[in-house]
């Protein structure tokens, strides 16, 4: 392959919900653009972009999948993602480091809630848009109904560039209205007769052309003059407002392609090669300091790393965008992130599994290295050592969905745990947690299928045996009122004697809550005397405020920090059950010490009883994790989608409408959340999504207390 310069390069992210046919349309251009000799299909599971084994045992893509096909002097790096929501981590991260977004539209079922929600991302990057109808040779395609879903959410931003003569079974032709000519198919698809425009489709054609034209005029100022002066624009007129158009967002032009039988691809490479624009013309990109950094081929060497797979007899295979500068086999550069050293030994330009090497790579290409030592994902290489030129700007989505995870076998557990972190390497998204206060290892992903999909791998490709159990919820427990307690710890019974009393005082502790000296319990009026505080920020959230108010040495200083350390081991293992304790004010306010047997351990002891004594005397509750969930969900479903949160003591908090789609927000608790996306998507068919943020910690409601008091007693009982 030649070396292409900054402006022939072109890249593109294949988007679009699962099965609108992203990888049939990768596998027909890369035939069309002589990468491969054959086309397979997804059916046969011999397709170049979904190559892992489950994606062919699945029957659709899991990961993300890079190729580029050379065309009329472009090269044109394509990107085709995964279109189920689980697998949005890939689209994701396509869309960092690509340009234009392709969204294939399937024309059976027009805009879907897969396809909502990458448009979402895609309005979040500010990509230029290409929408290509799909499956139009489908019985129940519906073209029309689906370029009318477009204009009501884009209005006459969206520009039909082609039109199907002939959807449904038997389809083989389009009317393009940019080049004013109608294109048709033999059954094997490929090289279309190019032919004029039959009488009976002129007036649609010329309609539509004149709203091309028009459209494409309103983006260019000199465009439009000559719109003014003569109302018609050259077919290089019209790319050019299309392009200007397209990069400014004011314009999402439409085209045709059935993929499974390879028509009008050709017709869409040539598109993408003339008019799309080429990285030169895109907004820059900053550095994670916010500088704007040129794709500039005579700039630093720069390359960003995107993506990584993990292949048999290869290892890890990096894939990254060159920044800045040009990249040649054998440079050593340094890793802004890791501060290592590596030396490119190869470049390879990529499709699917097949890499072709590459002398060098420049500016603006994306390009894939092997048996680097220290690369992660999101790392970034330089020429010049201490460059500020880094760029780990992908911020995947929030998990929804997560799940303890087990080895059946125990032998395997460090087996485990090093796979998961190669998971979480080729797929960012499944996130793995040791978690200390859970005694759990939890895995977390975009819903139910996605985990399957890591169990799968696990027991197929790696022969070892998991299991996903229930995840703990990570309560938290802390006070309602102020008690009092003491406590003596004595043990005096031969050998080394010990002794410690604490009497302390605590009361609930929030941000703010003034800080006091006198209590009252009983007929009994404390007056304290304060010495020194110390306020704690626990790793676990909330605060500690551990107060001295010893007067007279009733306990020696150097005792403190015992009792300090006993409260602490309690607010680690709370009182009520077991979990982190926080925001509670202690005050220690007496004691007696034995002059031989008082030491450390003693008095962590008593101050960890008397601790515990005084928090169950202090009204405790359990605080439970809230989350706030924004659900999108399709009008007629709202009501059964309102109901079921209903039922998993949430609290609605608004809902809006944003085109057919309702946007339902919510607090929910964590522990009602636990398989929320596989029951949404039972009530919807579907056809909702939703996202999870937490949010706070609030106190679970009695009867969930008592539960909670009754199973871990239970649970005590049994260990
Ligand atoms: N009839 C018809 N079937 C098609 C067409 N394009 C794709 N298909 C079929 O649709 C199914 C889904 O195609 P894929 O290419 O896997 O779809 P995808 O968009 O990659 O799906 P995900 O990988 O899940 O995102 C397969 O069975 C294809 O054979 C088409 O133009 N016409
Ligand atoms: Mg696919």
């Known amino acids: 392959m030649k070396v292409y310069q900054t402006n022939e390069i072109k890249n593109i992210a294949i988007l679009g919900s699962s099965g609108s046919g992203k990888t049939t349309l990768a596998e027909a251009m890369l035939y069309e653009g002589g990468v491969i000799k054959r086309r397979g299909s997804v059916e046969a599971g011999n397709t170049v972009s979904d190559y892992f084994p489950v994606e062919k045992e699945y029957g659709y893509s899991v990961f993300s999948t890079v190729f580029s096909v050379e065309w009329q002097d472009r090269k044109l790096n394509f990107i085709d993602c995964p279109g189920s929501d689980d697998f949005i981590g890939g689209a994701v991260a396509a869309l960092n480091v690509t340009d234009t977004a392709l969204m294939l539209l399937n024309a059976q079922y027009g805009l879907e809630v897969g396809s909502i929600n990458q ?105 439009m003059e000559k719109f003014f002066d003569e109302e018609s624009l050259s077919e290089d007129e019209l790319r050019a407002g299309i392009s200007a158009g397209l990069i400014t967002r004011g314009m ?24 799309v624009p080429t990285v030169d013309r895109m907004p820059r990109v900053k550095n994670t300091e916010g500088r704007e950094i040129a794709p500039d081929a005579n700039g630093p060497a720069s390359i960003f790393f995107f ?47 097949t890499r072709n090497p590459v002398g060098e790579i420049w500016a603006g290409d994306i390009g894939a290295t092997v048996k680097l030592k220290d690369v992660r994902r999101g790392n970034t290489l330089n020429a010049v050592k201490g ?25 395997d557990a460090e087996k485990l745990s090093e796979l998961l972190t ?19 290892t939890i895995v977390s992903g975009q819903g139910e299928f996605h985990l399957r999909t890591l169990k799968w791998r696990l027991e197929n490709n790696e022969k070892l045996s998991i299991e996903y159990l229930e995840p703990k919820i990570p309560y938290r427990e802390t006070i309602t009122k102020e008690a009092r ?94 979990s982190y304790a926080r925001d509670v004010r202690i005050l220690v306010y007496d004691g007696k010490m034995h002059p031989v047997d008082s030491n450390e351990i003693s008095f962590m002891l008593a101050g960890r009883n008397a601790f515990s004594a005084a928090f169950k005397a202090a009204g405790p509750k359990i605080l439970e994790p ?15 989608v309102m109901s079921d949160l209903q039922g998993r003591r ?44 937490f949010a706070s910690y609030e106190l679970v409601p009695a009867d969930v207390q008592e539960k909670l008091l009754k199973a871990y007693a239970e649970n005590q009982e049994e260990d």
Not at 332 to 347: F, M, P, V, Y
Request: proline share 5%.
């Open 119 to 223: 448009l979402r991302y895609i309005e979040r990057f500010n990509r230029p848009v290409l929408f290509v109808v799909n499956h139009l040779d489908n019985a129940s395609s519906d073209y029309e109904g689906t370029v009318a879903q477009l204009k009501e959410r884009f209005g006459n931003k969206i520009v039909p560039i082609q039109y199907p003569v002939n959807q449904g079974f038997g389809f083989n032709a389009v009317v393009d209205v940019l080049k004013m000519k109608m294109y048709r198919w033999k059954p094997e698809g490929g090289v279309p007769e190019v032919l004029e425009i039959p009488d009976e489709e002129t007036e649609k054609a010329n309609e539509l052309h004149q709203a091309l034209v028009e459209s494409a005029a309103e983006h260019d100022d000199r465009l």
């Open 422 to 440: 190669r998971m979480h390497e080729e797929d960012p998204t499944w996130i793995i947690e040791q978690s200390k206060e859970l005694k759990q």
């Open 485 to 578: 307690a003491d406590y003596r710890h004595k043990k005096q019974s031969g050998g080394a004697g010990q002794f410690g009393e604490v009497h302390l005082i605590v009361e609930p502790y929030y941000e703010g809550t003034p800080a006091r000296d006198v209590y009252r319990f009983g007929n009994q009026e404390y007056k304290l005397n304060v010495r020194d505080t110390q306020t704690i920020d626990l790793e676990w959230g909330g605060k500690l405020v551990f107060v001295n108010c010893i007067v007279g040495g009733a306990i020696d200083a150097r005792f403190l920090p015992a009792i300090l350390k006993g409260v602490m081991a309690r607010m680690e293992q709370g009182p009520l059950t077991g």
């Open 626 to 640: 809230v989350y706030d969930v924004e659900v999108s969900v399709p009008a007629d479903y709202l009501g059964d």
């Open 650 to 693: 949430s609290v609605i908090m608004g809902m809006n409408s944003e085109k057919g789609y309702e946007k339902l927000s919510a607090k929910v608790p964590l522990k009602e959340m636990a398989s929320y996306s596989t029951s949404l998507s039972s009530i919807t068919g579907g056809r909702a999504s939703f996202t999870m943020k």
């Open 307 to 353: 993506k990584t797979t993990i292949e048999p007899h290869i290892g890890q295979v990096s894939y990254f965008k060159v920044m800045s500068g040009k990249v040649r086999e054998g440079d050593d550069l340094h890793n802004a992130d890791r501060g290592s050293k590596e030396r490119i030994a190869q470049i390879f330009s990529v499709a699917g599994q």
């Open 387 to 411: 460059s500020d030129y880094a760029f780990d700007f992908i911020k995947y989505p929030n998990p929804k969905f997560r799940r303890a995870i087990k080895a059946v076998n125990e032998a």
């Open 252 to 275: 999402f032009p439409v085209f045709c392609v059935c993929a499974g039988k390879d028509m009008c691809v050709r017709r869409t490479l040539e598109f993408l090669g003339n008019v």
